[in-house]
Each structure stands twice: as structure tokens, then as C-alpha cells.
């Protein structure tokens, strides 16, 4: 059985359906935390994110960005002062599935080199749809990640 969405999703899932929405996801965590994580995934970096903003505001008309992070304080920082930019912050981990919702209800996304993150615009296929995904998805540099996003996502 589908667990229901809670009220303050239900709210937060009319105002991206209402916007030309993009989903931003950063994943911080285990990515930062755990030395053996880190070497391997590495997180990526503002001016990855910084890129993306970039290439999506020439693809899109529009744009109103909903920031998904593990870490919303760093992103509060660094994306603060844009003003198209809404950090969600009503879930926790223990109910991380109502973010992959609303992430997946977004029209375009910007991922970062996770699963949740792919899987997010993986499931969120609109019609004109632009995923930017990181171009360096393993930090380790020992992996072919090549075949990992469909051909049609912007990597950068």
C-alpha cells in the first residue's frame, strides 16, 4: 500500500507542480564523513552546482529551484542568496521517501553523483525534461561511470 503524503507534502507538492520546478539534490553525509566514502564518491562541489544553475537557466524558462539535501544548512549557505531558491526541509531521514516524491514531481533536476538523486529523475520523466548530472561520478577516478545516466542528460 502507497503511504499517503503528509499535509506539509501535499503543500510543498501543489507549489512545485505550480512552478516551472527543478529539483536540486546535494548529498553530503557518509559522502563527507566517511574517509573510505569520500575517496570513492567524493561530493560535488558548489561550482558543479554552480554550472548546473547555469545550463539549466539557458534551457528552461522560468526556473523555480527546491534544494533536497542531507545537509540543508550547507545548502541554506551556499544557496541562500537566490532568490528562485527554496530549501526543503520537512523531511528527515526516516520519512526520506516523501523527498524522492517530490523530487520525482519536479520537471527538470539537478543531481548529484547518488542513486537517490538518479533515481529521482530517473522516475520524474516530464516531456522536455533536463537532468544535468555531475560529469566525474566516482571521485576515485577508478571507475568507468559512463553508462551510468541515459544519453540524453546534460553532464557536466
Not at 564518491?41 to 552546482?49: F, L, P, R, T
Not at 520525482?104 to 522536455?128: D, K, M, P, Y
Request: aromatic share 10%; glycine share 6%.
Amino acid at each position: 500500500m502507497r503511504t499517503p503524503a503528509t499535509i506539509e507534502n501535499l503543500e510543498m507538492l501543489r507549489r512545485i507542480e505550480s512552478e516551472n520546478a527543478v529539483c536540486i539534490h546535494v548529498r553530503r553525509g557518509d559522502y563527507i564523513s566517511n574517509p573510505e566514502t569520500e575517496r570513492v564518491h567524493g561530493a560535488c562541489s558548489i561550482d558543479y552546482y554552480r554550472s548546473a544553475l547555469v545550463a539549466l537557466r539557458e534551457r528552461t524558462d522560468h526556473p523555480r529551484f527546491f534544494v533536497f539535501s542531507d545537509d540543508p544548512g550547507w545548502a541554506r549557505a551556499e544557496f541562500g542568496s537566490e532568490g528562485s531558491i527554496t530549501v526543503v526541509e520537512i523531511n528527515g531521514a526516516d520519512r526520506n521517501y516523501e523527498d524522492l516524491r517530490l523530487m520525482s514531481s519536479c520537471r527538470h533536476h539537478v543531481i548529484a553523483n547518488s542513486t537517490f538523486s538518479w533515481w529521482g529523475a530517473w522516475l520524474g520523466a516530464h516531456a522536455g525534461q533536463v537532468v544535468v548530472a555531475p560529469k566525474t561520478w566516482f571521485a576515485s577516478g577508478d571507475r568507468d561511470s559512463r553508462d551510468i545516466c541515459p544519453a540524453s542528460w546534460l553532464r557536466v
